[in-house]
């Protein structure tokens, strides 16, 4: 295991001049901090989501493209020595243009992955500048050369060997000598076209790097001292969580607690890398440990919301006591690549909802072709507006009592599927997108304070 620590830096982390000098602080602070993995400026991903998507006006285009110029030119003028680095960021810029127009023309999500890594490719730039200029031996990496995935653009697979091999070979070395800024969220294919992990990427990159190159330690640092009992944007009383298991803090990613990408902590787990999460403006106020052994291990433990859920229905007298139905309705989502998330079944008809989407974002979908397979099978009832509440805690479904508790306070919400007793750490439901949030607060109120 090699001794240094891998820090990760979000958008809202590099957002401005001002955030970037507390992030290299940070750095500073940490002789062991060799690999710093950074997001894009914020808001520079949703801006170029936008453009990527296609955006045919040409006033609408050159409208985002001043703001994103905007972004970094603000950054750019509070550096003493900018003109190298201007010069890059300009040469991306002129890219976007580019590739905003011919998104214009016809979108793919080839294109959205080359336009929408160009964020991560400028804020890489300014923060290695940044941090020369405070006298540190920073260089630029392009994790492109590491970061091997499949060609599933938008929603890319790591290749875990390759990237292992590659880490050691190309950024292990150079860590010894330096500090190295890299850029999360984006890697590259076999043929060397760049992909993307997927919205809030650069915490999965961070692990996968940080296992890459067999790291002592993972900090992620956003806009949160840690990881809380529920988004405290939701609930303003929750709580940050001092210590926490790897499988707790998993389940709450996989259930959409923003802080983490859903996959972060899968490397971590591998290779036992102790992961902090804190916040880059108050890097003394604590955060949240994540680890494989824990002092206390809750009933309760926090309270997570995925949000953009679809729910298929499929409705068949057939089903009632055949065998086969269940097999044929899934070898029919396989062949259309549809993956499923959560089930359940009565005895005739089961409900499923969609894996999440790709860096273009939205609800899942069920393709047209799938859906006109499934209703030779069945009806088919494609619901969305919804979003997905998980209650995460430990040995759930060994305790007595607490399922009472739970439905109690959402006695007045419709509950559209309810998913619990597969994982001891979890009991989710769905419902309505417009009352899920005042829900969370509700048993939020109840549950944890
Ligand atoms: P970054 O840009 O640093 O990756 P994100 O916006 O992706 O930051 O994630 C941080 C945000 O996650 C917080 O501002 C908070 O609103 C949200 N969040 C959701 N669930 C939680 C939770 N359980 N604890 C803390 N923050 C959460
Ligand atoms: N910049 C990317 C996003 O906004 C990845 C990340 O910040 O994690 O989704
Ligand atoms: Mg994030």
């Not at 285009?61 to 030119?73: V, Y």
């Not at 984006?186 to 996968?208: C, P, Q, V």
């Not at 790291?215 to 988004?231: H, K, R």
């Not at 916040?279 to 003394?284: A, F, H, V």
Request: proline letters at 4%.
């Amino acid at each position: 295991m090699s001794a240094f620590n891998v820090a990760k830096f979000g958008g809202t982390s590099v957002a401005n001049f001002e955030a970037m000098s507390r992030c290299a602080a940070i750095i500073e602070a940490n002789p062991n901090t060799k690999l710093v993995v950074s997001s894009a400026c914020s808001g520079v991903t949703n801006l170029l989501v936008e453009l990527a998507n296609g955006v045919s006006e040409q006033e609408r285009r050159a409208e985002l493209l001043q703001k994103l110029a905007n972004i970094h030119d603000t950054i750019l003028s509070q550096l003493k020595d900018a003109a190298e680095t201007a010069a890059e960021v300009y040469t991306i810029l002129d890219t976007i243009t580019s590739l905003a127009e011919a998104a214009s023309i016809q979108a793919s999500t080839k294109l959205t992955d080359h336009l929408v890594a160009c964020g991560e490719l400028m804020s890489t730039h300014i923060l290695t500048q940044l941090m020369r200029e405070r006298g540190i031996d920073a260089v630029r990496f392009d994790i492109r050369d590491v970061l091997r995935t499949d060609s599933d653009y938008g929603q890319a697979e790591p290749q875990l060997e390759a990237i292992s091999q590659l880490a050691q070979e190309k950024l292990v070395p150079l860590c010894q000598q330096h500090v190295v800024i890299t850029q999360g969220f984006i890697g590259s294919d076999e043929e060397g076209n760049t992909t993307t992990l997927g919205r809030g990427g650069s915490d999965y990159s961070a692990a996968l790097i940080a296992e890459g190159v067999k790291s002592s330690g993972l900090e992620i640092w956003t806009d949160v001292p840690g990881i809380y009992t529920t988004d405290p944007r939701i609930a303003p009383k929750a709580t940050p969580i001092p210590e926490i298991s790897f499988s707790e803090a998993s389940e709450m990613a996989n259930f959409g607690a923003k802080i983490l990408h859903p996959s972060t902590l899968l490397p971590a787990l591998r290779h036992d890398i102790p992961v902090f999460v804190g916040s880059s403006k108050e890097p003394d106020n604590g955060g949240t440990w994540i680890r494989r052994k824990v002092e206390s291990s809750p009933l309760f433990r926090a309270l997570a919301l995925r949000t953009n859920q679809t729910m298929i229905t499929l409705h068949s007298a057939k089903m009632f006591q055949a065998y086969g139905f269940l097999a044929k309705v899934f070898e029919i989502l396989a062949k259309h690549k549809v993956s499923v998330d959560l089930i359940t079944t009565s005895e005739i008809s089961v409900s499923l909802t969609l894996d999440k989407t790709g860096t273009a974002g939205g609800a899942p979908q069920l393709p047209q072709a799938a859906r006109e397979e499934l209703e030779e099978l069945c009806t088919v009832d494609v619901e969305q507006n919804l979003s997905l509440v998980a209650l995460i805690g430990n040995n759930m479904s060994s305790n007595r009592g607490h399922a009472k508790q739970v439905f109690g306070t959402l006695e007045d919400y419709n509950l559209r599927m309810i998913c619990f007793g597969a994982s001891p750490h979890n009991l989710c439901f769905l419902l309505e997108e417009s009352v899920a949030k005042t829900a969370i607060e509700k048993l939020h109120r109840e549950l944890f304070e």
